[in-house]
């Protein structure tokens, strides 16, 4: 597999394969400008659907959901696979095989693990109990950060999206393995240092039964003490599993961070494959919970501003969508890194960060930052 350039001092010029437009912030792996996905979805289309063939081909994955005649259904996200005999899901994780469902399931994840001394660089961290004490002494050992605790991060392999930007691409390269690790080997990885959970990856969805069921072990197993559940996911999940995450979730002191990509549909489609449709619905159904339980905050968003692609219009129409909901739901505007398949294009401008900010905060947020300033530049 050959991944574009990533040479951060050159500037590679791209023309729109629409509209002729010249730029550095077109990504070669695209070859269309973001204005002409939005304004000409249909005749971007066969374009975006050429790079994500592209960029899945590799890993063996089908390169759209299958929508196979006769097939067996799967609904765990919004992709709803129907898949015929012997093909496999959009994520990679499930065959069917005569009829039935092999691979990753409630009882066995492709997952692996480790341990992140708190505070930890979690997006939730300036407004989370690990990072911040919120919520003490209900949900927080300590008033302040939770220095001499630790974060168990769960990276699930797998992803019901294919972000051309992914910053973990690599998890592609495990999804289709054997499942081997089982609810309770996972749930058995807290100790008495451990005040928290988060899932992530990849992305949580596609093997979200195997987590809940985790959870509920880790939980029963540490009756009478402070375990947090924290999910940071794409949101595309059956809101059934979605509602009984946000329970655990609630009651246990964690919190749900959505990985809000785009407002954009097509632009969504373009850059991640998928649409954000789900996304949007699931953020909407999370917001009627953040009253509930104020500190600490139990939703939160966070977006990454691609050069290019996500910037002030994507920012301005996402903060005026959950400021609507509840204008206290924390906002992160997340610095980018080239990556994966858009390894091209440059990191954000800190001029562009600080525009978004400014009108994330106007559409009536209360709670707004940047996050990895480090990699803002100055150009």
Same mark, same amino acid.
């Given at each position: ?179 081997? @690790? ?5 749930? #058995?990885? !807290?100790?008495?240092?451990? =005040?928290? &959970?988060?899932?992530?990856?990849? *992305? ?101 501003? @691609? ?5 002030? #219009?994507? !920012?301005?129409?996402?903060? =005026?969508? &959950?400021?609507?909901?509840?204008? *206290? ?51």
């Amino acid at each position: 597999m050959v991944l574009p350039r990533q040479d951060l001092s050159a500037k590679t010029i791209v023309k729109c394969l629409l509209c002729g437009r010249e730029s550095f912030l077109i990504s070669q792996a695209l070859e269309l400008c973001p204005d002409c996905i939005r304004s000409n979805f249909e005749a971007a289309l066969p374009y975006i659907e050429k790079a994500h063939l592209e960029a899945r081909n590799p890993f063996d994955l089908p390169p759209t959901p299958p929508r196979d005649e006769g097939g067996k259904q799967c609904n765990l996200c919004v992709n709803e696979c129907l898949i015929g005999q012997g093909r496999k899901s959009y994520c990679g994780l499930r065959q069917n095989m005569e009829g039935r469902f092999v691979g990753a399931s409630a009882e066995k994840g492709n997952v692996s693990w480790y341990y992140d001394p708190l505070p930890t660089n979690c997006v939730a961290d300036w407004v989370c109990p690990g990072g911040t004490g919120a919520g003490y002494p209900h949900f927080a050992y300590r008033e302040g950060p939770e220095y001499g605790y630790k974060n168990l991060a769960v990276f699930y392999h797998a992803c019901s999206f294919d972000c051309l930007f992914c910053q973990n691409w690599h998890y592609r390269l495990e999804a289709s393995k054997e499942p081997r @690790i089982t609810a309770s080997e996972l749930a #058995e990885q !807290v100790d008495e240092k451990t =005040s928290c &959970i988060c899932y992530f990856g990849g *992305d949580p969805t596609p093997q979200f039964p195997h987590a809940l069921r985790a959870s509920r072990l880790a939980l029963e197993r540490n009756k009478g003490r402070i375990l947090r559940i924290c999910w940071e996911t794409n949101g595309s999940m059956h809101p059934a599993l979605l509602r009984q995450a946000a329970e655990l979730s609630l009651k246990s002191g964690g919190c749900i961070k959505f990985d809000l990509k785009a407002w954009s549909e097509g632009l969504n489609i373009a850059l991640c494959g998928v649409s954000n449709k789900r996304t949007l619905e699931n953020f909407q159904l999370l917001a009627q919970y953040t009253r509930e339980r104020p500190s600490p905050p139990f939703l939160m968003a966070s977006t990454l501003l @691609i050069p290019g692609y996500i910037g002030r #219009e994507e !920012v301005a129409r996402l903060a =005026s969508f &959950i400021a609507a909901l509840n204008p *206290d739901i924390p906002y992160s505007l997340l610095g980018f890194h080239p990556q994966f398949f858009m390894g091209d294009l440059p990191t954000t401008s800190r001029r562009v960060a600080y525009e978004c900010l400014e009108v994330a905060k106007d559409a009536g947020l209360k709670k707004v930052r940047i996050g990895n300033l480090h990699l803002l530049r100055d150009y």
